[in-house]
Structures are given as C-alpha cells and as structure tokens.
C-alpha cells in the first residue's frame, strides 16, 4: 500500500503565498511522476502541475508564473505565489508510482485533498 499525505492549505488573502506539500509513503519501488490537481464544486478536477521524473515540471496555463512544483525524493511540494480567487479549491496530490511486488504495473495513488481559499 501506499500513502499519500497533503498539508499546507489554508485561507490567505488575494496576493499572498502558500505552500502545499505532500509526503509519499508505503510499498514504493518507484516514482513516475508526482503531481497536483484541483476541484472546485461542479467542475472536473484538474491539472494544476506535473513533475515526471527526469522530466521538465508542466503547468496550468492560468498558474504559469505564479505557481512552482518541486520535490525532493518522495515528497513534492507547490509553491503559490500570488494567489488568486479563482485558485480556491481543494488541491490534491497525486503519485503515479510501481510497487516492489508488481514493478511492470503502474499505479496512481491520490491524497485526502487539502483546501485553499484565497479571499478578495
């Protein structure tokens, strides 16, 4: 089994910083890439940025610039500058990894979602 663990939301105002972390834990071989998504109520959750391993970190058009994904061996962090209200959502950390008993099947693996708000 793995573990994937978020923490770092909070309510900030418009114009400030937060930073998101999640941990990786468990039965992991390997990681593929390690990611955060976001969902409001009504909507699809969606990619806000990526980070495959040995790879260059991809963003959300409407992030670029502001936000700043980064890990370090199995955690991996967001950083959000400049937030906006339209960036309130709860965010999600997600680990694409292989398992050491099934090393040929790739697996992802999401976390409980933390919330964001960012007040005008």
């Known amino acids: 089994q793995v573990q994937v663990v978020e923490s770092g939301g909070g309510l900030v105002q418009a114009g400030g910083s937060l930073r998101l972390s999640c941990a990786a834990s468990?039965?992991?071989?390997?990681?593929?890439?390690m990611g955060w998504y976001r969902q409001v109520p009504g909507n699809q959750r969606e990619l806000v940025a990526q980070i495959v391993s040995g790879g260059v970190p991809n963003y959300l058009d409407s992030v670029k610039g502001r936000f700043t994904i980064s890990r370090d061996k199995n955690t991996v962090y967001l950083q959000m500058n400049s937030l906006k209200p339209e960036d309130t959502a709860v965010y999600y950390c997600?680990?694409?990894?292989?398992?050491?008993?099934?090393?040929?099947?790739?697996?992802?693996?999401w976390g409980q979602g933390t919330r964001v708000t960012v007040s005008s």
């Open positions: 997600k680990v694409t990894a292989t398992s050491p008993a099934t090393r040929l099947v790739v697996n992802d693996y």
């Open positions: 468990g039965s992991i071989f390997s990681i593929n890439a």
